[in-house]
């Protein structure tokens, strides 16, 4: 792979030899050994500068006026087509984020979101049960799950859970591809194709009909068409891959933790301490990418201007200064506030919906009908920008 010689002045700061094939086998331990170096690295194998530490992460999250989030010739802006409200600064980013976070509110989701979200999990529960022992819990269940859930809060007709969930995986690849795949960004190109086709169905009909869904809210709010496109696909991106991991994540754990499952069932307000720390231990997002426009000081480490660099969330939720025992999963942290979902402007706009569809409704209805389940066979892992299980068999 060719090396970038960086634009600017990094000779300061501590080097380190990223290896991503590593790091997408088990990053965990790499990222220990990034926080061992310092808090901020330079990372010539993908021309970044890391952060490692949650502080450090913390930091880069804190203050946008350093650290932005309109990164040129970003992946993820050639992987969607577009440039998403993700990849844009205030006050850009709030009037785009504004019209997208009414319908992802609490108090919205309760009342148009989570009937459906019982609805869409009891329809592929079925589905899994029909499949039997020793089915593979992400293919028969978590994904088509979280892709029928994202394609109802979109407001698309005709597609189908499977195709939006592969959309959701070309662009997440593309997203990621600080390689410069090519074969990914044919992915990439053939899936924005089609779901552009959705979307010339999907915009003229919630323009005269106005409804519940994300897309409708963001044309209501006087979003130009490519922006509602860019944010859609923004959405795909992260909206199946977070719920669909927290699934498999969770069914993980509590096969190893059945003392855990058994507090679930005497009190349900656990569920959502089970969600909070599945999300920390494998945070689904493991790298977010920003630009500084201006310099930086993090603990007497330079940052200068005109950098790109990543903050390692999954390294900040796995930091030992942060979090006893990370690597281990337990619902007694005197700390259990993590940077799974960012924080600051740019925090997940899904989170509540996810916390809902998942950690409420999908995973206790799970146990509710298949109460011995567990895992049967060993599981497959992939990626570390991002990263979850692409299979996990399992029994009851």
Request: charged share 25%; net charge negative; hydrophobic share 40%.
């Amino acid at each position: 792979m060719t090396i970038t010689q960086p634009a600017v002045d990094v000779s300061a700061l501590p080097v380190v030899d990223l290896d991503t094939s590593a790091l997408a086998d088990d990053p965990y331990s790499t990222y220990r050994h990034l926080r061992e170096t310092a808090p901020v690295v330079w990372a010539p194998a993908i021309n970044k500068i890391l952060f490692t530490t949650f502080e450090a992460c913390a930091y880069v999250e804190n203050h946008p006026e350093i650290f932005s989030s309109h990164v040129e010739g970003a992946a993820m802006v050639k992987a969607l087509g577009g440039r998403p409200l993700i990849r844009k600064d205030d006050p850009d980013h709030a009037t785009e984020r504004q019209s997208m976070n009414r319908p992802l509110r609490p108090r919205n989701i309760q009342g148009a979101w989570n009937a459906l979200f019982e609805q869409n999990a009891e329809t592929y529960l079925d589905r899994l049960v029909e499949a039997g022992p020793g089915a593979d819990l992400n293919t028969e269940f978590a994904m088509p799950l979280a892709g029928k859930n994202l394609i109802d809060m979109l407001g698309l007709h005709g597609v189908d859970p499977l195709d939006i969930a592969r959309w959701s995986l070309d662009f997440i690849a593309g997203s990621g591809n600080v390689t410069d795949d090519p074969d990914i960004w044919l992915r990439c190109e053939t899936s924005r194709a089609e779901c552009d086709a959705a979307l010339d169905e999907a915009i003229p009909r919630l323009r005269a009909h106005p409804d519940a869904s994300i897309t409708s809210a963001m044309l209501a709010g006087g979003l130009p068409e490519d922006a509602v496109r860019n944010n859609v696909k923004l959405t795909i991106s992260g909206g199946i891959n977070e719920p669909q991991h927290m699934i498999t994540n969770i069914v993980y754990e509590l096969s190893r933790h059945p003392e855990t499952l058994e507090a679930a069932r005497q009190d349900p307000t656990t569920w959502d301490s089970i969600f909070n720390e599945a999300v920390r231990k494998y945070t689904p997002i493991g790298m977010i990418t920003r630009e500084t426009v201006a310099k930086g000081e993090f603990e007497g480490f330079h940052i200068p201007a005109g950098a790109q660099v990543g903050a390692l969330l999954a390294s900040a939720n796995r930091d030992e200064g942060r979090f006893p025992d990370p690597d281990g999963f337990s619902l007694h942290r005197s700390e259990t506030t993590s940077l799974a979902f960012g924080r600051g402007v740019h925090q997940c706009a899904g989170k509540w919906a996810a916390q809902s569809s998942i950690g409420r409704i999908a995973i206790p209805r799970l146990y509710e009908r298949l109460p011995d389940l567990h895992q049967d066979r060993p599981e497959t892992w992939n990626g570390w920008v991002f990263r979850g299980m692409t299979s996990l068999p399992v029994t009851w």
